[in-house]
Structure formats: C-alpha cells, structure tokens
C-alpha cells in the first residue's frame, strides 16, 4: 500500500473511531478530542489517558493505552486495520482498553 492510500484508509478509520467516541463519551464518563489527526481519550476516574495516531512511514495506526503500545496493520481480508495474532480491529481494541479503563463493558 503507498502513502496516499495509506492516508486514506487510516483517516477512515480514524474518523469513524472518532464519532463513535464521542458518542460513547457521555455514557461512559471520558473526553475525546481530534487534533491534527491524533485522537486523545481523557479519563478523570481513574485517571488515565489514552492516544491513537495513524504512523505513515510504517503504514499503522498506534494506540497508546495502559503503558502499553500497540501496532495496528491493514487487513485487505477484513478490511480495517487489526491487531496482534488475533487480528483484533481497531475500534475492538480501544473499546476492550476502555473498558479495562473503567472497570465496564463498552461497546463502541
């Protein structure tokens, strides 16, 4: 994949990860915020922050979370970016990190 479909699909992604944040936010008790591409997720109980950023030079988006960095890949099968062995999509991910946040299932 070359860059500029890279930027395309991550910014897909990314967009779609981001409204479903912000419509999860109020019922879950955390503040998301979009700036310059990176999206932060703020919690005040317990207090914690998480972000999530598309990486171009290695065509991934990384997620920040838990002292813990973890290296999304396209998926052409699944068609999203994945995770791990267990090929876990990204908003999969950022919701199970969430709800390790908070201590309540979320589902985004």
Excluded: C
């Excluded at 967009?15 to 879950?28: E, F, P, Q, S």
Aim: cysteine-free.
């Amino acid at each position: 994949m070359d860059e500029q479909e890279f930027r395309r699909k991550a910014d897909e992604a990314m967009n779609g990860l981001y409204r479903a944040l912000n419509d999860a936010a109020d019922d879950y008790g955390f503040e998301v915020d979009n700036q310059a591409g990176a999206i932060s997720i703020e919690f005040e109980e317990p207090k914690g922050r998480f972000v999530i950023s598309p990486n171009a030079p290695v065509r991934q988006i990384w997620v920040s979370a838990h002292s813990k960095s973890y290296k999304l890949d396209w998926d052409s099968v699944e068609n999203t970016f994945v995770y791990g062995s267990e090929r876990q999509p990204l908003k999969g991910l950022v919701a199970a990190a969430i709800s390790k946040q908070i201590g309540e299932e979320v589902d985004l």
